[in-house]
């Protein structure tokens, strides 16, 4: 009877062993699971900010539509005009300018194109992945673009990509990711990671900045 209890109390000090360990190490898990996802999922929203900034750049609005996003990156261009030539000291401080030297033929413009994709990421970014969250399988970020009009009554546009936490974490202890994104949301007013605003004109700036 004696060696019953000496095995249930060993195999109870073992467990209580063992949950100690594990009371220890999933917080220490979680965190550096934690920290692997949201600088991958940083760099991507980085990404999207980037190609929303192109797309403003040439159209003058954001979009909230990732087909449309990624075709513009994929197959759009830029345009660059170059000026060939240049105008004399003698014609320069007579005030001839440019614009008057490009009829008097003494300069002229040369009109190239440059790919979307190559000019803000590289030719082997791979653009379809970026409506992705990392590490989330086929879950997409939310991407939205509207037009708000500040106090002094101009209009500004905007857009916001984000995901929450319970999307960009799952697969965690749930009670972690409460906690969690109870504290990300006392500090940063989201729980979860966003770049840009349909609320408020920022700087497209991203709530891990």
């Known amino acids: 009877m004696r060696t019953v209890i000496q095995s249930i109390l060993a195999l109870a000090v073992l467990l209580l062993a063992y949950l100690l360990f594990e009371s220890i190490q999933e917080p220490i898990r979680f965190n550096r699971e934690v920290k692997k996802r949201e600088t991958a999922t940083i760099q991507r929203l980085k990404d999207i900010r980037t190609a929303e900034e192109a797309y403003r750049t040439k159209f003058g609005i954001y979009t909230e539509n990732f087909d449309t996003l990624i075709h ?86 905007v857009f916001e990509a984000n995901v929450l936490n319970k999307i960009l974490l799952h697969g965690l202890s749930n009670q972690l990711i409460i906690n969690y994104s109870a504290d990300r949301e006392k500090i940063v007013g989201f729980a979860g990671l966003k770049v840009g605003s349909l609320e408020t004109s920022t700087n497209n700036a991203g709530n891990w900045e």
Do not use: H
């Open 72 to 157: 513009f990156v994929k197959y759009d261009s830029f345009s660059i005009i170059k000026a060939i030539g240049s105008i004399p000291d003698s014609l320069y401080n007579l005030g001839v300018t440019e614009k008057k030297a490009l009829e008097m033929g003494i300069i002229t413009r040369d009109t190239s194109y440059v790919r979307v994709l190559d000019s803000i990421f590289s030719i082997s970014y791979y653009i379809d992945s970026i409506r992705y969250v990392p590490y989330c399988d086929t879950n997409q970020f939310f991407l939205g673009a509207t037009e708000l009009l500040t106090a002094s009554k101009v209009k500004v546009k």
